[in-house]
């Protein structure tokens, strides 16, 4: 069974940096693909970034260019490091896991896949 513990959320003023970490305590994430997730007070959950088991990333339209995904399998966690965030990047921040994982956003013709495990969420707040 797949157990997601996310961390390193906090607080952090407008420009500043974050580096979230998310645990898979099941030792299964080497073969599975992780992604984090993130979701405002009072707006629908988006997808951030995904990755899968031989590290090649996809990303949502909100964090191309600022956020990077990676993945330690040896470790078996997946980081999502934060840069150049801004008000609009407050939201708990949820690790997500599953056998496949994309497409991570909706395409022509696909809809997003769901993502069957998820951790508790970590909380990012960024003040301008």
């Known amino acids: 069974q797949v157990q997601l513990r996310e961390s390193g959320g906090g607080s952090v003023q407008s420009g500043g940096s974050l580096r979230l970490s998310c645990e898979d305590s099941?030792?299964?994430?080497?073969?599975?693909?992780m992604a984090w997730f993130r979701q405002a007070l009072g707006k629908e959950r988006e997808a951030v970034a995904a990755?899968?088991?031989?590290?090649?990333?996809a990303y949502a339209d909100l964090a191309k260019g600022r956020f990077f995904i990676s993945r330690d399998n040896v470790k078996n966690r997946v980081y999502l490091q934060m840069n150049s965030l801004n008000p609009e990047d407050t939201a708990m921040y949820y690790c997500?896991?599953?056998?496949?994982?994309?497409?991570?956003?909706?395409?022509?013709?696909?809809?997003?896949?769901?993502?069957?495990?998820w951790g508790q969420g970590t909380q990012v707040t960024v003040s301008s």
């Open positions: 997500a896991a599953d056998a496949w994982g994309f497409p991570l956003v909706p395409t022509a013709g696909s809809a997003p896949y769901e993502y069957a495990y």
């Open positions: 099941a030792y299964t994430s080497s073969r599975i693909c």
């Open positions: 990755i899968d088991e031989d590290g090649s990333p």
